[in-house]
């Protein structure tokens, strides 16, 4: 029995029998791990471990437990394993295809090698949903699209939608101007950086018929005239 304040994460046990409040503390007492982690819900200072309703008996042996790939190590294995391999990807816009397998296999597929989408690749966090899935279904998306592309800033707002796969320029185009970080004037001309080639030689094959009349007619009257005024 207690009460706990969020805003200052502290839990005050209460006493019934002396109608009294005990000392504020962390409701999840932390330590620092030699490696510099913070970990949560240790062992506080007395060595008991605060319990909030878990049958600890029911628990996979007593203490803390480790283990990688299913087999256990020890903490200090456990934490050279997470030492630098955990990135912060809490910035990164949220990429959504909802769909039939087939819609979003080539949504995902281009996501993963197209080259055009190669320099956003990084910027996004991808997931891929079969319309009665239970993460959109009732989750309010709009899951009727072939397929439904949401992109979301990291707290969940709505940057772009479409609801049809329309090649990975125009997803890519949408992905460059939805980052926080887009600058407009690094958008690559591709008309500078790759010119159309200049024609070598006049091809006459390539002017229409009714465009070989006119010029025919044009030069039979400029020479006529030349003639006459002789």
Not at 63 to 70: A, K, M, P, Q, Y
Not at 80 to 85: D, F, R, T, Y
Request: proline share 8%; aromatic share 6%.
């Amino acid at each position: 029995m207690g009460g706990y304040d969020a805003e200052r994460d502290e839990w005050r046990p209460f006493d019934p029998d002396k109608n009294t409040w005990g000392e504020a503390r962390p409701l999840f007492p932390r330590r620092t791990h030699s490696t510099g982690v913070t970990l949560i819900g240790d062992a506080d200072t007395t060595g008991a471990i605060p319990n909030f309703g878990i049958m600890q008996e029911r628990l996979n042996g007593s203490g803390s437990r480790h283990s990688i790939n299913g087999h256990n190590v020890s903490e200090t294995d456990a934490m050279a394993a997470l030492k630098g391999e955990l990135a912060d990807d809490s910035q990164k816009l949220h990429l959504t295809v909802i769909g039939k397998e087939s819609d979003r296999r080539n949504v995902l597929s281009d996501l993963d090698v197209h080259p055009a989408l190669a320099a956003v690749r990084d910027k996004v966090l991808v997931q891929g949903y079969d319309p009665n899935h239970w993460a959109v279904a009732d989750a309010g998306f709009r899951v009727t699209g072939q397929p439904t592309i949401y992109l979301q800033a990291p707290g969940g707002k709505v940057l772009h939608r479409q609801d049809d796969y329309r090649g990975p320029d125009q997803l890519a185009a949408a992905i460059r101007r939805a980052d926080p970080s887009y600058q407009p004037d690094q958008d690559p001309d591709l008309n500078k950086t790759n010119p159309p080639p200049a024609p070598t030689s006049f091809d006459l094959s390539r002017i229409p018929g009714w465009g070989c009349g006119a010029f025919g007619a044009g030069l039979a009257f400029l020479i006529l005239r030349r003639r006459t005024s002789q």
